[in-house]
T-cell receptor, first 113, second 113 residues
Framework: QQQVKQSPQSLIVQKGGISIINCAYE??????FPWYQQFPGKGPALLIAIRPDVSEKKEGRFTISFNKSAKQFSLHIMDSQPGDSATYFCAAPAVDSNYQLIWGAGTKLIIKP | DVKVTQSSRYLVKRTGEKVFLECVQDMDHENMFWYRQDPGLGLRLIYF???????EKGDIPEGYSVSREKKERFSLILESASTNQTSMYLC????????????FGPGTRLTVT
């Protein structure tokens, strides 16, 4: 069964620091790899997504890096702020479906002021 | 502003009861999804629908069924609730080809006693 392994499970970063969350996938379809952000009491919301033919995508303080040969992708949050405290999920397109994402287990990020 | 609404935020049911969870989206999306979210397990797909009256099983369909009679509405049915179905249930929707860009409702916290 296709899996996405996400690490770490939880992360504490000082305000202004860099938060790094990693994901590794097995087989996958050639399509967008999204990252979602979830605040307590809310559903996840799309944060940023990257296609596997691009090695890096940046949106403001958020950057996705993609390493196709290593089958890994990561989320970097620069200048982390207390408002970034949330649970982050990575996902990969399922190889045997046109509609399904395979989700990582999530990373609970806490930014200390 | 895009919106996915779920009928209840919190629900408490007894073992053996039939449970209906309703989801409505106002974005004219073709795809709709039902997930359950459990700590450390990420999001697991129960069912998804890519059109009215069309449905496909996800990774954990056992004990659940779905109904999509109108494009904007997708219902999840627990035929006979069991304690191991206590969880957070999330509904999402997306355009047909942008399935990686899913819009989520706030979730229903279901407790089965």
């Amino acid at each position: 069964q296709q899996q996405v392994k996400q690490s770490p499970q939880s992360l504490i970063v000082q305000k202004g620091g860099i938060s790094i969350i990693n994901c590794a996938y097995e087989n996958t379809a050639f399509d967008y790899f999204p990252w979602y952000q979830q605040f307590p009491g809310k559903g996840p919301a799309l944060l940023i997504a990257i296609r596997p033919d691009v090695s890096e995508k940046k949106e403001g303080r958020f950057t996705i890096s993609f390493n196709k040969s290593a089958k890994q992708f990561s989320l970097h949050i620069m200048d982390s702020q207390p408002g970034d405290s949330a649970t982050y999920f990575c996902a990969a397109p399922a190889v045997d479906s046109n509609y399904q994402l395979i989700w990582g287990a999530g990373t609970k990020l806490i930014i200390k002021p | 502003d895009v919106k996915v609404t779920q009928s209840s935020r919190y629900l408490v049911k007894r073992t053996g009861e039939k449970v209906f969870l309703e989801c409505v989206q106002d974005m004219d999306h073709e795809n709709m999804f039902w997930y359950r979210q459990d700590p450390g397990l990420g999001l697991r797909l129960i069912y998804f629908s890519y059109d009215v009256k069309m449905k496909e099983k996800g990774d954990i369909p056992e004990g659940y069924s779905v109904s999509r009679e109108k494009k904007e509405r997708f219902s999840l049915i627990l035929e006979s609730a069991s304690t191991n179905q206590t969880s957070m249930y999330l509904c999402a929707s997306s355009f047909r080809d942008s399935y990686y860009e899913q819009y989520f409702g706030p979730g229903t916290r279901l407790t089965v006693t």
